[in-house]
């Protein structure tokens, strides 16, 4: 669509939101991994986007980054303390259940994300060939059937709902990942993953999401 | 007991369905449990009904159940290996991704499992209210958002769909239930529950089903 | 041996102790086991000991009790939260390293338990035969490198080092068994073992220990 | 600064000793360690030393590098697949029990290390001192309380024994080590660590191994 003379087309772009901490620590990896992100990855330009541990407001916060910077990709990522591995999210459900409060007091249970949403979304991203594209970077990673019921599904619903509901193209998704090595070896009793070894790994999945645009067949479910 | 020429009115009904072994193993505690089951609970005739692991057939079996039997519950029953604990499963997901073969050697990858269906079904049972009435009873239970992507997964979403299809008033919902003590003792290295305990959670959770039309409100979501 | 009109010779007898409760917990599945064994097990009497949880004190009392009962087997068993399986202990090292006070306030940190004793002693029963055993009943079983650096481990190591001291012929051991189902249902995140089965599988124990006078050769070591 | 014709005294040295691959790995993270060590530590030079995964030949192969280096501080290193921190082991015990072969399809079965040794040895290094260090060094650590039966407890056994046989005054000790990532990216199921983070956490347990003549007092034991 460039005019003659025209300034050059906008780059296509990647946004990628973290949360700010919550349940007491004083880090985020999903932030520590926003702030050592290249500023290009597979030709996009890179926009990162810090969302608040707050039901609503996250994704009241993360829209707004995609109303300002118009991505092909939006990748949520999120801290799940104790899991061991990168978690390329498959689904997120309509319900917010809080086993403990936001970071604003706020403890919804069992109520909906959307009023009038569907019960879930899937990712948009292809999951299994960003899963085997973080493994063959050298970096643990497995497709995960949940996100919980937390902010961070919220942050996943919603934000796939934002997208469907205003047309966009967007095709979007969520990444969990462990503690950092620096909050494990605080707690001492936790699996950890290394905040350069997840850049390496969240940089690796957005090439992949990049480049498949329908994913890869590969048999990785859950028995339960 | 009835009197002559007095036709005694239907009882009321629960469909309890159950699996045989997969991945290798003998015996599939979901089915034991069935076999131990007294013959009323709540007041409801109890129904058991044998499933086969396999995609498609599982739910041709159960919904054969339901035609025969009218119930106003029906509870699937699935082995979760590696599991401490009863899962009273909050949803189930329109895809299937079998890790392994199902028993006909059949394994779908990203599959759904109704065409048309909506990308989730949530229990129709209370769940909380049946999590929290297993543990009064001194069995270890939890909520869980997640039933696999197997034939678990698949029956479930199957009964729901398929009962919100045919109009049916039936609630109903899965339990995913941790190795047998004999599975354990012979694998070594995995959780366990006393068949008798299962049995013992399971009646609970049917008592707490029926008296419940509502769940209650309790947090017990997962932060990921 | 016994000469004529002699009283009857007194019965071969096996002591098994039980702990208090430590830790918070209203109840100790140890305990709970002892209050249900069986008056005679494989010919021998049953006698049973509540040790309370006490560095010193425990050895004292189950000590006092081997002197009023002349066992040919002394089985000490202790709650061990978090494991899923009965665990035949192999060794008990020469240290008090309590991360928790015991009942009355007392934290050792790196203490030994006998000043002038040896830095470890293996259990004089056959671990290996028993845990198999416990396994062909049915019951979750293995044998464990690590009795902890706690009142167990203490217990342990106090019972054989009280026993090589005396120069008694008594051969000793402890069982750690899991969670009981009540303390699981109540915490909700741990595995967990019916009481009955821990009964059944720590009979099957005992007889194993009567009958093998010395250990099979299986390989049941661990990696690390 | 040495002064000319002056032979320079000998440096103080710190053997480190990792192992060769096995049970079907084609890494070792803990000789990944050795081959990425400073050549300095706390003014100490770092010798390294690759060990067969084979009982009593890994023995004689650390105990020639002793002869050959004369170190001050002995510290082995050993892969211990599914632990998610760095273990210092505080005790080794006198049995040899393979679950598997070693690399040269020995499998020693309930025999001792050493005929005529104790029944074990406690690490001669100060395991609480270091296991603080290294988390404050950011790496996730802990004291463990047994190192198997493999050749991992042989060889911390065997070089206790062959220090104190010799009349050395080197101290000494193990660490086991978690899977590297490349590890995990493969296996898909377990913890990890960054093979640069194990190294920053070896150097920091070595400084705190020199600095530390006497162990520090701080509960870190094991309920069970």
Redesign the interface.
Known sequence: MAKPNAKAAPKDAVLVTGFEPF?GEKTNPSWEICERLPREIAGMRVHTCLVPCEFRRAIEVAAGAVERTHPLLVISL????????L?IE??A????????PDNTGH?P??ELVAANG?????ATIPV?AMAAA?????????VS??????V?NHLMYGVLHYLAASGSRARAGFI?VPYS??Q???H???????I??MVKGVVAAIVAARENRH?I????????
Not at 78 to 84: E, L, M, N, Y
Not at 118 to 122: G, V
Not at 217 to 224: F, Q, R, V, Y
């Open positions: 349940d999120g801290q799940a303390g104790g899991r061991a591995r978690g498959r689904v459900i309509n319900v917010d259940d809080a086993r403990i403890q249970v069992d569907p019960p879930a979304y899937f299994k973080v493994r063959a970077a050298g970096v643990p990673a497995e059937n949940t996100a919980g019921t937390f961070c969990h090595e620096a494990a070896a605080g001492r009793d936790s699996p950890s993953m290394a350069d070894t994913d067949k590969a048999p990785e479910g859950a028995l339960d």
